[in-house]
């Protein structure tokens, strides 16, 4: 069973490396763009992938910030608990 600050580095992990579809999505995005270059077209990875939002600078220092603080509390954590 996951406890609570296993999840929340869970989701913290995700941000940074997220897997699953979207990731998939990101790989196949991928290699459409590049089958479409190969053919003279001009795409991004982006162009394929059906639910892309992107992620502004503040969204991504804001998941940094929250990886961060995750390790710092679980090395207090573990010294202090």
């Known amino acids: 069973m996951v406890n609570a600050a296993e999840l929340a580095e869970l989701d913290a992990l995700y941000e940074i490396d ?6 998939a999505d990101l790989r ?8 479409t270059a190969s053919k003279g077209g001009n ?3 982006s162009d394929f992938m059906p639910y892309y939002e992107k ?3 503040e969204d991504v220092n804001q ?3 929250k990886a961060k603080w995750l390790g710092i509390s679980k ?5 202090h608990g």
Request: proline share 7%; charged share 25%.
């Open 18 to 23: 997220p897997w699953g579809e979207e990731r």
């Open 55 to 57: 992620k502004t600078a």
């Open 43 to 45: 795409s991004k990875p």
């Open 63 to 65: 998941t940094h910030l």
């Open 28 to 35: 196949m995005g991928i290699l459409a763009s590049t089958v």
């Open 75 to 79: 090395r207090w954590n573990r010294n």
